[in-house]
């Protein structure tokens, strides 16, 4: 009944959906699609990968007049949310993400320079950790587990979020102001 | 050519580190050679192992996508078997492997670069570094279009050309002059900014020649504050009186004859000054600016270990995010925002509307090169399309544009935007042959079918597993069956089981 072609379809996308191999990665959901029952299994993966698609949609849909002007910022709360919210995640997004936020900084700067350090110290830091705990793990057996290495997926998807938050209140911030706002009192707090 | 247009020498300096900095790593940190991911960075996606354990399978004829071994595009295969064949050995096999990811990490990082050339924002370590400030101008070139921004040396710092007004000196600190045009309605407050004004208060004079113009039609909300008012009646006075007295200006100061020939062409200067302050150019040191953020995206302590784990089996996601660029860029530029004064859509202007086509393609090599999944590209698209197509449906239904325009201004879009790919790749003033414009609309409707095949694949997926699932119900519900039995015991684990 099936075809060689329907396999090959098959396993190229349904182990994005269905969430199905329980390799330890960066991510959050291996750990819980290790951990649960078969009954809610299936229960638990629609509602995780809807979560994807209804946040996508709502962030292009309020976006969608200004897809050409803040297009890489766009990009990058796409990238962000995706990363966040992949079965399959690695490190190489979380960086490269970042580095794209480098180049729109402009739209976060007067909002949260203190609080955007201070994540990515954190960020940093749990980055070191997490190799060490890596190694301790490898090379020191039965001094750590793999526990380790979900909690530092989760820290890492913590501070994503965080820094995430701020990224959209940034364009937030260019579509209102407070009330008593006046660019004369901006201009002089910048220089 | 291109190869010397984008490695400037910084670059070659810092892939070249790179290189050094991997190869060093990958020798001397364990005592031994390891080329090789560690558990801990793989997924079943990038797996070299499973793409070596895939390719034997391929070559003894067995279909690799029986079992649930292999996940990866099907393409790599003969690859990987080739690969195999030429190295001979699990260590060559791993350098090899080895240096095509590094090949790919800095073909992102030559993106990287060139993004920030391009693309950034006002760099976040400009007022460190203290920069040389650039000034840009807009120089009409007899044409009505914004020609070029001029070179530092050619235009003094404190003075712009602008065609309407003629030359204008301002007096802030900072030399970044743009014309904007407000990306937003007033909002509930009754008052409005643009961010390029949030951003740069120097441009608060030239915010203030075009607000009252984009803004007379809409009104100035339900604000009931009176310093909104007061400010905005104050604009308004002194850009009557600012027109009033430019124009006499305008015919000493500028060379060129377009003015003179009516107000149909002041009108499309003003909406090509407009297009141009969308994507501002990005100001100060952006080599330095490029260097530090690919240094930040080589260097980084997690990137110099996973880098390995790229896998090269995403070619086919350049077309999906192209063809995001395509419906983005094309109507929102030539539909919503520009009309000329007889309510037509003005397209005549291309160097302006391949810019942000240029941000979007640019952003999606990245996206390519970090390999986002196939299942994402295919949420993105449908969406970006829709959106895209909507406005050319509200239009015609408005009686706007006649169905003949819709579809003569879609075939237009269709054909505006190779050309803008090409220009993406370094040369702006470059455009595509006729020949290619059609191949090009090949691909981009290749790419919607795969889209929607791909969706139709998902929602088949779906629905096996709503099947299964309503099987599983309807049993426990009829039968009293034992839910909690095994699921091979019930035979119900069969539908989940082929699919996997």
């Known amino acids: ?191 | 050519m291109w190869p010397q247009e984008w490695l400037t020498p910084e670059l070659r300096f810092i892939l070249g580190l790179n290189l050094i900095v991997r190869l060093t790593l990958a020798f001397f940190v364990d005592g031994k050679p390891s080329f090789l991911p560690e558990i801990q960075f793989v997924t079943p996606f990038t797996s070299l192992t499973r793409a070596i354990e895939g390719s034997f399978l391929f070559e003894k004829g067995v279909s690799p996508y029986l079992g649930q071994v292999y996940h990866q595009q099907p393409w790599l295969l003969p690859f990987i078997t080739w690969l195999t064949r030429v190295c001979q050995s699990e260590q060559a096999m791993q350098i090899a492997w080895f240096l095509i990811c590094i090949a790919f990490e800095s073909m992102g990082a030559v993106a990287l670069y060139t993004i920030t050339q391009y693309y950034s924002v006002n760099p976040p370590f400009l007022p460190v570094l203290e920069v040389e400030k650039r000034t840009t101008s807009i120089v009409s070139n007899g044409t009505g279009t914004p020609a070029s921004i001029a070179a530092p040396s050619d235009v003094s710092a404190e003075e712009i050309v602008t065609p309407i007004r003629g030359s204008i000196k301002l007096t802030s600190t900072d030399n970044i002059i743009q014309p904007t045009r407000p990306l937003v309605k007033p909002n509930r407050f009754g008052r409005y900014t643009t961010f390029l004004e949030k951003i740069n208060p120097s441009m608060k004079a030239l915010c203030k020649e075009f607000d009252g113009d984009s803004f007379d039609d809409e009104g100035q909300g339900k604000g009931s504050q009176t310093e909104a008012k007061v400010e905005n009646s104050e604009t308004k006075e002194e850009r009557k009186r600012s027109l009033a007295d430019d124009k006499g200006k305008t015919t000493t100061t500028l060379s060129s004859s377009s003015l003179s020939e009516g107000p149909k062409n002041e009108i499309t200067m003003l909406v090509s000054k407009l297009r141009w302050s969308l994507v501002p150019p990005p100001q100060g040191d952006t080599q330095t600016a490029g260097v530090i953020v690919v240094l930040f995206y080589l260097f980084h302590p997690f990137v110099i270990v996973s880098t390995l784990y790229q896998t090269i089996s995403s070619i086919v996601y350049p077309l999906l995010f192209i063809a995001i660029a395509y419906a983005a860029t094309a109507h929102d530029y030539l539909y919503d925002e520009n009309m000329t004064a007889d309510g037509q859509p003005q397209i005549e202007h291309l160097e302006d509307v391949q810019r942000p086509g240029h941000a979007i393609i640019a952003g999606a090599l990245m996206a390519i090169v970090s390999q986002l999944d196939l299942f994402l590209a295919l949420l993105v698209i449908p969406v970006a399309l829709l959106v895209s197509c909507k406005r050319n449906v509200h239009r015609a239904r408005w009686g706007k544009m006649s169905a003949d325009d819709l579809s003569s201004s879609l075939s237009r879009s269709f054909e505006k935007g190779p050309s803008g790919l090409v220009s993406a790749f370094g040369n702006t003033e470059l455009s595509l042959p006729l020949e290619w414009h059609m191949p090009l609309f090949r691909a981009f409707a290749g790419s919607f079918l795969i889209t929607t095949s791909g969706l139709l694949i998902i929602s088949y997926i779906l629905c096996d597993f709503s099947w299964s699932y309503l099987q599983h119900t309807f049993i426990s519900m009829l039968s009293k069956y034992d839910v909690d039995m095994p699921a091979s015991e019930r035979g119900l684990d069969k539908n989940v089981s082929s699919m996997f």
């Open chain 1, 1 to 191: 009944m099936f075809s060689t072609s329907h396999h090959l379809l098959l396993n190229i996308v349904s182990p994005t959906v269905g969430i199905l191999e329980g390799i330890p990665n960066v991510g959050l959901f291996w750990y819980l699609f290790n951990q649960i029952f078969d009954r809610f299994r299936l229960f638990f993966v629609y509602a995780i990968q809807s979560q994807l698609v209804v946040y996508l949609a709502i962030v292009l849909l309020r976006t969608r007049k200004h897809l050409t002007s803040l297009a890489l910022y766009n990009v990058v709360i796409v990238y962000a949310i995706i990363t966040v919210l992949k079965p399959y995640p690695e490190h190489y997004h979380i960086t490269s993400m970042f580095a794209l936020l480098l180049t729109q900084m402009a739209f976060i700067k007067p909002r949260s320079p203190t609080r955007l350090v201070i994540y990515t110290l954190v960020y940093l830091l749990v980055t070191v950790l997490s190799l060490v705990m890596h190694r301790v793990w490898t090379f020191t057996l039965g001094n750590s587990n793999v526990n380790f290495i979900f909690v530092q997926g989760v820290a890492q998807t913590f501070v994503l979020l965080l820094i995430l938050i701020d990224v959209m209140n940034a364009v937030r911030s260019l579509f209102t102001l407070p009330p008593n706002a006046s660019l004369s009192a901006y201009a002089r707090t910048k220089e």
